[in-house]
């Protein structure tokens, strides 16, 4: 099992950028598909972003495309969401999402239906 943490969240004015990152530790960190969800108040979790094992494959939700970017660094188990041109929607708790579901099997499945583990979220808050 893999235990995530999620840091980096803040308030922040329309149009800033926030670098949020999720420490993993467990198993093989290298081994997971790795995204990230939100969650605003009185909504659901929704996908945001995700990215394969390897590194090979991103996937982003259509709010975020262009603006949002997920990376990785499995030599420090960390994943990270860097987010531009922040807008006042993209006000929620940021989760950080894992598993070991391979690239295909995600490609298939959808991103949004490919993780198990969860962090505890951390806040973004973005002004207008």
């Known amino acids: 099992q893999v235990q995530l943490v999620e840091s980096g969240g803040g308030l922040v004015q329309a149009g800033d950028s926030l670098r949020l990152s999720c420490g993993a530790s467990?198993?093989?960190?290298?081994?997971?598909?790795m995204g990230w969800f939100r969650q605003a108040p009185g909504k659901e979790r929704e996908f945001v972003a995700a990215?394969?094992?390897?590194?090979?494959?991103?996937y982003y939700a259509d709010s975020v495309q262009g603006r949002f970017t997920i990376s990785r660094d499995n030599a420090k188990g960390t994943v990270y969401l860097q987010m531009n041109n922040l807008k006042p929607q993209d006000t929620a708790v940021y989760y950080c999402?894992?598993?070991?579901?391979?690239?295909?099997?995600?490609?298939?499945?959808?991103?949004?239906?490919?993780?198990?583990?969860w962090g505890q979220g951390t806040q973004v808050t973005v002004s207008a």
């Open positions: 999402a894992a598993d070991l579901i391979t690239a295909q099997a995600m490609a298939v499945a959808g991103p949004e239906n490919s993780f198990d583990y």
């Open positions: 990215v394969s094992w390897n590194g090979g494959s991103t």
């Open positions: 467990g198993r093989t960190f290298s081994s997971y598909a």
